[in-house]
């Protein structure tokens, strides 16, 4: 069986230091940042750089917003972690405020491409823009005013080194703050059933170091933002190709890779009818994950576009009474256990038990249709 080993830097020639006359430009605009905002991206995950980021935002209060490939740079539990975006239109009001109002910007490991288009060159004449990259950025998406092209845990190390004498309490007032209060309650869960009860109730139940995936869909939206990582790749998802039925198939990777966490995969009902076949895979390799299936017949993402666009619902709603999939009779037709929930205090009980378990647990959460309106 196969099990997790240190990853290999993609780019085998990624220098160390940028020249010092950049760096000594990076310097000068830090120390004199009254305002700075880091964001962070899927470069600093695969260069192990969350250590040297948190350290850095810690040394010179400086907020973090990490984009959802690069969730967990930073434990999202922290004051100064924003937490991830780029998929949530909802949070985007949130954040892109304090955007504009921050003097500069500190792009670390960022590509554009994991980001909705209002995230194109989102920056003012008036701000300075870092970007420190592991290779030159020419996708023209954004302007960087100082481009530092070297390793992002040693180019944080030697900014660190003159810009300590910074006194970090000054900088920003309450507003990094106030975006991430109005983030958890623009997320929070409400008092009805639906998958807000089931992204927290799960969150409340399984360990911490849980390792998490979501394919396409509206459930992985919301689950980003609502589920906290403490690590980097604690969460697995879709990239930009927003792919369907990927997440059983990733939860089975991240458990034969490290076969001592707990996994958890979230996927649509319609995800899970398109990738069934991956049940007896799990079962062949003995791999007791647990799988939530947002149930409510439909393809909510799409159905919610054709809405908002004013398109007649066409080819995007089945199932219904007595017509759906019966997913606990799968899972057991494939070697695992099923159980179906309508309610928080079933979804944490089956939940607890599907951590006992020595085969899968699929877990069938019936939500009611239209439930992720106004949800992100």
Sequence with gaps: MATE??????????????????????RSALEGA???????????????????????????????????????LMPEVHPLCLGAAGLSPKADRILMPLIVEADT????????????IGWRNPFGPHQTVIEISPTRRDHAMHRADVPLIGGIGVTLDALNHKALNHKAPTRWAKEPDAARHALKAAFASPEHWGPHQV?????????AETIITADSGAHRILVSQM???????????SSGLCTMACAVPLAA????????????????????EMGAGELASLTAHGLPIVICVLVDDSLSLIEMK???????????????VGLGTDFVGLAQAFGGHGVAVTDRTTLADAARAALTQDRFTLIAAKIPRRAYDDAF
């Design 5 to 26: 080993a240190p990853f290999a830097r993609i780019w085998a020639t990624v220098p160390g230091l940028p020249p010092e006359a950049g760096l000594a430009e990076a």
């Design 34 to 72: 009254k305002r700075p905002l880091a964001i962070a991206g899927v470069d600093a995950v695969n260069e192990h750089a969350g250590p040297a980021i948190t350290e850095f935002c810690r040394a010179h209060n400086i907020p973090l917003i990490t984009t959802y490939k690069g969730k967990g």
């Design 105 to 116: 910007i500190l792009l670390l490991g960022y590509d554009p491409i994991e980001m909705r």
């Design 199 to 207: 992204f927290a109730t799960l969150r409340a139940v399984m360990p």
């Design 227 to 237: 589920w906290d990582c403490p690590t980097p790749r604690g969460m697995l998802q």
């Design 253 to 272: 990777g991240a458990k034969l890779g490290r076969p001592s966490a707990p996994v958890l995969a979230f996927v649509g009902d319609a995800g899970m």
């Design 306 to 320: 054709q809405r908002s666009s004013q398109r007649p619902n066409l080819g995007v709603d089945f199932g219904g």
